[in-house]
C-alpha cells in the first residue's frame, strides 16, 4: 500500500514556463555574448543562466513538497538551509576553481531574474509560475 507521503513524491513538478523560458533566454544570451563578447563572457552567461534556473527549480521542488505536507517544517528548514549551502558552495566553486567570468555570470543570473519577473506580471491561469 502506498503511503500518502510516497505518493505526494511521485508527482514531481513538471518543468515550468519560467525554466523554459529562462534556458532559452540563457541560450540567446549565450550566442550574443559569444558573438559581440567572448568565450568567457559567454561561460559565465551560461553558468549563471542554468544555475539560476536550477536553483529556482529546486525552490518550486522544495515549496511542493512542503505545501503537499510531504516533510515537516523542521526538515523543509533543513532542506532549504542545505539548498543554499550546495548552490553557495558551487557558485563559489565556480569562482575559485573554474575561473568563471563575474560580469558574465551577473549577466546570465540577470537574464533569468527578467524573465521570472516577466512571468508573474504576465499572470498564470493556474496559479503556478
Known amino acids: 500500500m502506498m503511503t500518502e507521503?510516497?505518493?505526494s513524491l511521485i508527482n514531481l513538478p513538471a518543468v515550468g514556463?519560467?525554466?523554459?523560458?529562462g534556458?532559452?533566454?540563457?541560450?540567446l544570451l549565450v550566442a550574443v555574448n559569444y558573438l559581440i563578447g567572448s568565450k568567457e563572457l559567454a561561460v559565465g552567461t551560461a553558468a549563471g543562466g542554468i544555475l539560476f534556473t536550477a536553483n529556482f527549480m529546486a525552490?518550486?521542488?522544495l515549496v511542493n513538497a512542503i505545501i503537499g505536507k510531504a516533510y515537516?517544517?523542521?526538515?523543509?528548514?533543513?532542506a532549504f538551509v542545505m539548498k543554499l549551502a550546495v548552490f553557495l558552495g558551487i557558485v563559489v566553486?565556480?569562482?575559485v576553481f573554474a575561473k568563471v567570468d563575474l560580469f558574465g555570470f551577473f549577466i546570465g543570473v540577470t537574464g533569468v531574474v527578467i524573465?521570472?519577473?516577466g512571468?508573474?506580471?504576465k499572470g498564470s491561469k493556474d496559479g503556478t509560475l
Open 5 to 7: 507521503r510516497t505518493a
Open 17 to 21: 514556463t519560467v525554466e523554459k523560458a
Open 23 to 27: 534556458l532559452i533566454v540563457t541560450a
Open 59 to 61: 525552490i518550486r521542488f
Open 72 to 78: 515537516t517544517k523542521g526538515f523543509g528548514i533543513f
Open 93 to 95: 566553486a565556480m569562482f
Open 115 to 117: 524573465v521570472i519577473i
Open 119 to 121: 512571468v508573474s506580471l
